[in-house]
């Protein structure tokens, strides 16, 4: 079946230092891939998607690249700030319909 | 539209009542998930609807869980009874296409704590 892996947290960083987050993952056929956050007390939320092999995509200054050969769509920021403490999960949308998450990444990032 | 609207918020309950969960998707979206979020398991699916039929209920844990989805803009998740085990996260997320690469949007949950 279809699943997510993604590197396990805490991750501690400090403001304007450089994010990475991987994700790979196992599917048939030509999954959707997506990263989502999730704030304290509230439900997770899209960040970015992307849908075909190559593609990057991007938000608030992350961006994560569909590589198929290595299954992988692992996050970057190239400078992070305290507001972006929250928990990540990269998803992805496989032949079953069913959303498929990994198990989150809690980022923490100090002033 | 609103988003996906969930209630309550907050539910404590004893052991052993029943507890009931509500869910209003946004509107226009054909799939329904119900998913459950604890530290220890993370994010589990515990059943989905297309078009207001379940489809894969095999993430529900055991019979004294059950869910429905009567029309297109509301269902429920219940559990009797319930039990102390069955504290967690509960949200409620609705989607377009999921086949087609739609994301799926989430509602706020419904924190539930079984004493």
């Known amino acids: 079946g279809d699943s997510v892996t993604q590197m396990e947290g805490p991750v501690t960083l400090s403001e304007e230092a450089f994010l990475t987050i991987n994700c790979t993952y196992t599917?048939?056929?030509?999954?959707?891939l997506f990263w989502y956050v999730q704030y304290p007390g509230e439900g997770l939320q899209l960040l970015l998607k992307a849908t075909k092999a190559d593609d990057k995509g991007s938000n608030k200054g992350f961006e994560a690249t569909y590589r198929k050969e290595t299954t992988s769509f692992h996050l970057e920021k190239g400078s992070v700030q305290v507001s972006d403490s929250a928990v990540y999960f990269c998803a992805l949308n496989g032949g079953s319909y069913i959303p498929t998450f990994g198990r989150g990444t809690s980022l923490i990032v100090h002033p | 539209d609103a988003g996906v609207i969930q209630s309550p918020r907050h539910e404590v309950t004893e052991m052993g009542q029943e507890v009931t969960l509500r869910c209003k998707p946004i509107s226009g979206h054909d799939y329904l998930f119900w998913y459950r979020q604890t530290m220890m398991r993370g994010l589990e699916l515990l059943i989905y609807?297309?078009?207001?039929?379940?489809?894969?209920d095999s993430g529900m844990p055991e019979d004294r869980f059950s869910a429905k989805m009567p029309n297109a803009s509301f269902s429920t998740l219940k559990i009797q009874p319930s039990e102390p085990r069955d504290s967690a996260v509960y949200f409620c997320a609705s989607s377009l296409d999921p086949g087609g690469g739609t994301e799926a949007f989430f509602g706020q949950g419904t924190r539930l704590t079984v004493v």
């Open positions: 609807f297309n078009n207001n039929v379940p489809i894969d």
């Open positions: 599917a048939t056929g030509y999954p959707s």
